[in-house]
């Protein structure tokens, strides 16, 4: 089964010529990581942090592109944040509720 993240983040502050009114999001396949595990979550917020990159670069030049990538990038780092925060604490939740007990050893 494929698992992703998704994240997206309403931007009013990028200007309409760079970005009309698209809503930048991104998914990212989690596919083969364990999330409990800190090198998969590495792992995660590398794809994360590439798949944002890729989502707000708007191209052109000037103050005005930069700023609005900038913030473009902060507003999904946040909203990602969250995310991830609770794709983990499900595969740690998860891995807990598969740890079979013996009450008797």
Known sequence: MKKTVLIAAALAILPAQAIASDIPSINVDTTGLDLASTKDQDRLNSKVERAIRKACTVGG?????????QACRAELRTAADAEVRLAIAAARQSRLAALEIDPGA
């Open 61 to 69: 030049k000037g103050l005005t592109v930069q700023n609005a990538e």
